[in-house]
């Protein structure tokens, strides 16, 4: 299973990845339409891009009243059934990060979908602040960054500071 | 471990789904009332406007090992037995039992009662019977009594079908207990450009049948004609059949934050409970699809043997009327505390302030990310440094720094 991947420091806030979502679903660039959103923070200039989580046990998922939503087992992927879905916007409110939310027109629903499969996010963010990998692999990465940071720390305590 | 639920619909059956995941080997079996297989009752508005494509996409998942009983009303519970009896003269025993009984509609003049003429829209059968009177009568005009969420929400589904309606109001305005007087106003406005009546401060006094259609008395001596009533006048929680039992109840039953009720080992989730109001401090009816969810989820995963603490609750609603999304939350219809209000051609919005936190607010017209404001509330997040952003709709979760590293409560 593949999993879109974040690495906030590597973000320069282009903004291409908006365009590029925006595009790929909808034939259009609108950042409005965009399901990836890039934050910025311009007193300590920094960006970071936050997109849905496909939660393990997602709450739009379990407030949607039609079962337009529901997991891909295969794919991990919370996928969106349009010709379910009443536009009853359960979905909007649930979700505390605003991860799944309405188009430009503010009546339709939209969210991450992975591009099935082929994020088009991903292939113009040529800082690589985004990727998309195996979750083992990032599994091994997470462990290896934790023991660094933790390293950092034990010399510091070695030293008598932290 | 044998789980019994009482009521198998928004709550009953979400909290089946859970203990099947918690529990793998637990017995688990749901008593439903109804004859037919559990739907979803909010979605009832959108099978009459047809934006419910397929009348099938009503029906709930479908429990995947749980034993579902239909046509099972219980009558009674035996807590020192641990057994509950039905009117189809059934015995259950269970070693958890969880009450999601839901709440049923109130119809407080009791003339009106009883009349076939009269409806309520809760159940499938509610909705097919108006369907029905919409089929047959020579008036198409709906008469609502009421103007709450569900009639709100039939009379947005009834401009969809070009279906005229009468709004009956004694209160003097539409969604009052949701929004302020402005808020109405502005709802009132979009409702009458679709097509619908609103006759204020007055009731209704007698409904009479004559030919294919009803003629509706009002208290002033008016008549009215229309294809039938709708009363919407809020619902109260299903509990006469704890009578007899010790559980306790105030309007609906009352919960400690683990959803457990006053008797041991007994549940209650959903409409038909009272549970704690983070705004408020106080017991209170939070009849809602999504607080049905969260605190059945919650319940099951404590009778399998956790302790998850239930949050305060917040009131909160989302719906679409007459083109507009309405979106409210919290002490939402007064003005209390420090009050921030912006109107601009249709759209209408307002925020509450207390101690630098939101806790209420109101949004006629757009809103981006509506789970934030909601999260806000919930976690009592520090908005005093963004009330600009607020008041515009535009909230997003990465304003909020520090609650990154916290449990976030929805
Ligand atoms: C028309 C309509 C529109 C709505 N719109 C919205 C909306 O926009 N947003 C929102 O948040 N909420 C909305 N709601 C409310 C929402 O549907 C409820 O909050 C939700 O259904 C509550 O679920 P529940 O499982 O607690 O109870 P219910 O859905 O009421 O289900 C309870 C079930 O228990 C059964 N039962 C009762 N007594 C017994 C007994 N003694 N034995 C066995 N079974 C019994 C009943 O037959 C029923 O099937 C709407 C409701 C209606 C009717
Ligand atoms: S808006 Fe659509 S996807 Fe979202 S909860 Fe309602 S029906 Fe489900």
Redesign the pocket.
């Known amino acids: 299973m593949r999993v879109l991947m974040l690495d906030q420091a590597k973000c320069t806030g282009c903004r291409a990845c908006e365009y590029a979502c925006s595009f790929e679903h909808t034939g259009k660039f609108n950042p409005l339409d965009s399901r990836i959103k890039v934050n910025e923070f311009w007193e300590d200039l920094t960006f970071v891009p936050s997109v849905c989580l496909q939660c393990e046990r997602a709450y739009c998922e379990e407030v949607c ?1 039609t079962s337009a939503l529901t997991k891909n087992p295969e794919t991990g992927v919370v996928e969106l059934e349009k010709e379910k879905c009443i536009g ?1 916007k ?1 979905c909007i409110v649930a979700c505390p990060w605003g991860s799944i939310k309405l188009d430009h027109t503010g009546k339709e629903v939209i969210k991450c979908d992975n591009c099935g499969g082929d994020p088009a996010c991903i292939k113009v963010c040529y800082p690589d602040a985004l990727s998309y990998e195996e979750v083992e692999d990032i599994t091994n990465v997470k462990v290896l960054e934790t023991a660094t940071r933790l390293k950092e720390i034990a010399k510091d305590l070695v030293k008598g500071g932290a | 471990m044998r789980y019994l639920i ?8 979400n909290a089946a789904r859970t203990l099947e995941s918690l529990d793998p080997q637990g017995e688990i079996t749901i ?4 004859e037919v297989f ?1 739907y ?6 959108y099978l009459l406007s047809n934006k419910l494509k397929k009348r099938d996409y009503l029906f709930l998942p479908s429990p995947s090992k749980a034993n579902l009983m239909l046509g ?4 009674d519970i035996d807590v020192e037995r641990k057994k509950v009896e ?1 009117g189809q003269n059934k015995t259950f025993s269970y070693d958890k039992l969880l009450i ?6 109130y119809v407080p003049d009791m003339e009106l009662e009883g009349s076939p003429l009269v409806l309520t ?3 499938l059968s509610d ?1 097919d019977k108006l369907k029905d009177k919409l089929n047959k009568s020579d008036v198409k005009r709906v008469i609502l009594s009421g103007a709450g ?2 009639n709100s ?2 009379a947005d589904a009834l401009a969809e079908l070009n279906i005229p309606g009468t709004f009956v109001i004694r209160s003097h305005r539409m969604l009052s207990q949701i929004v302020d007087e402005e808020g109405s106003e502005f709802i009132a406005e979009r409702a009458r450009e679709n097509g619908m009546e609103l006759i204020t401060g007055e009731s209704i006094a007698k409904v009479q049948e004559e030919g294919d259609h009803a003629n509706i008395f009002l208290t002033s001596g008016k008549v009215i004609q229309g294809s039938c009533v709708v009363v919407g006048k809020g ?1 109260r929680p ?1 509990i ?2 704890l009578e007899r039992t010790p559980i306790k109840c105030n309007t609906g039953i009352l919960v400690n934050e683990y959803m457990e009720t006053s008797v041991k080992d007994v549940y209650a ?4 409970t009272e549970s704690k109001d983070l705004i408020s401090d106080e017991y209170e009816m939070h ?6 969810m969260e ?2 989820r919650i319940a099951a995963t404590n009778m399998v043997g956790y302790s998850w603490k239930y949050p305060k609750e917040v009131s909160r ?3 679409n009327l007459f083109g507009e999304v309405v979106f409210t939350g919290g002490i939402s219809k007064e003005d209390a505390y420090e009050v921030y209000k912006e109107k601009e051609g249709r759209s209408y919005h307002k925020i509450l302030v207390r101690d630098g936190k939101l806790v209420g607010f109101i949004f006629v017209g757009s809103v981006l990310n509506p789970g934030v404001y909601l999260a806000a509330m919930k976690n009592q997040w520090d908005v005093s440094h963004l009330l600009n952003e607020a008041i515009k709709g535009a909230l997003s979760y990465s304003m909020f720094k520090a609650p990154m590293r916290e449990v976030v409560n929805i």
């Open positions: 009243p009853c359960q | 009482v009521g198998a619909s928004a709550a009953g059956l008593l439903s009332a109804e559990p979803s009752k909010m979605s009832l508005p099972q009303r219980v009558v039905t999601t009984t839901g709440a049923e509609p829209v809760r159940n909705m969420l569900v929400e039939i619902v299903s006469d059949f989730a959903g409409d038909v009849a809602l699809w999504p607080v049905a605190q059945s609603n989302i719906v």
